[in-house]
């Protein structure tokens, strides 16, 4: 299939739909997170819910710049959840399975992110 600028093939609607899902999981962990910030918690869900926003729109604009976005919200994850429980791997399920398993397939879809960040303008 022809790479021109109208055409994004399978990969690059599935690419959108899962920039969706991003944006769509981002959203209330960005408001939650100002609500809890606002009551005295962790700031940990207003920035972790932003860079999910913020990546998930990276990458619906075919910048490769979202996947690595999501690569730091996913390091910060795995550093807040070790420092929040320590070593308790119960515990961390919760924390890091999701992000994890969002990690994976973003990974899947790094040749098509790679080919639609490639083109020219």
Known sequence: MSNTSGSRGIGGWALILF????????????????????????????????????????????????????GLVFLGTLIWAFWEVGLDGWALVPRLVGPAVLGVILLLFIPVIKRRSARPA
């Open 19 to 70: 920039s969706l899902i991003l944006i769509g999981l981002g959203l209330p962990i960005f408001l939650g997170g100002i609500q809890l910030a606002s009551l005295g918690g962790s700031y940990y869900y207003v920035l972790a819910g932003l860079g999910l926003i913020v990546s998930g729109v990276l990458l619906v604009l075919d910048r490769a710049s979202g996947a690595w976005l999501y």
